[in-house]
């Protein structure tokens, strides 16, 4: 069983274009995360939810809008794409509580390419 | 500005010698740092933990070292073996900046039989 699970797994698309990525963890996690990992390779974080509440919105276009409908699932619609949007986009869960945030575990990506 | 430099040159490294890694930051008071792995086209996996007042953590064939004086983490694979080839994260967080982890951009390991 994938303990956390992206989909698509693959984006082409062309600009200004509307696009959704999806994304559900089997671990029982109150916190869930997107990251985007650019061609640099650097990890950003972008959002963070902790049971369905927004609690970490890093400065990212309002372009880009996250949707927590349970504490299981956090989906990622991003709007009027752009060329710099490109980038593998990576889903991440942890346990929460506690001093730290502990352990990530990330899915896959979904490598997103705007033409 | 707060940066974390990891040696962007891949390490390139005998099977069975020992790989030792870099995470430097400037700018930055962490509280806790981890090392993740990543292979290509996959997500960053977890590999140690180490808090500020721990010197050194181990885990079967890796150790961390974490000098707050230095502003440095070092990471050992021991006895390297050609299955552990693969770009290392490391990442740091903050006391007040609860999953905000910031990651460095990786340094890519070459273990070669």
């Known amino acids: 069983d994938t303990a956390v699970s992206q989909t698509p797994k693959y984006l082409v698309t062309q600009m200004g274009n509307d696009k959704s990525i999806k994304c559900e963890q089997n671990?029982?996690?109150?916190?869930m995360y997107w990251y985007k990992q650019d061609s640099k390779k650097f990890l950003k974080i972008m959002f963070s939810y902790n049971n369905k509440e927004l609690i970490i919105n890093e400065t990212v276009p309002n372009r880009f809008s996250p949707k927590s409908p349970d504490k299981a699932h956090l989906n990622l619609h991003i709007n009027s794409l752009e060329l710099g949007d490109s980038a593998v986009y990576f889903c991440a869960s942890s346990p929460g509580g506690g001093g730290s945030t502990g352990e990530l575990f990330f899915g896959e990506g979904s490598r997103l390419t705007v033409l | 500005s707060q940066k974390i430099e990891q040696n962007s040159e891949a390490l390139n490294i005998q099977e069975g010698k020992t790989a030792t890694l870099t995470c430097n930051y400037t700018n930055y008071s962490p509280a806790y740092l981890q090392w993740y792995r990543q292979d290509p086209g996959r997500g960053p996996v977890f590999l140690l933990l180490i808090r500020e007042n721990e010197k050194e953590k181990r885990k079967e064939r890796l150790k961390v070292t974490f000098d707050t004086t230095l502003k440095q983490s070092l990471f050992h694979i021991t006895a390297s073996q050609p299955a552990d080839s693969a770009t290392y994260l490391c990442a740091l967080e903050k006391t007040d900046s609860w999953g905000k982890l910031q990651f460095g951009a990786g340094t890519q390991v070459v273990v070669t039989p």
């Open positions: 671990l029982g996690h109150d916190t």
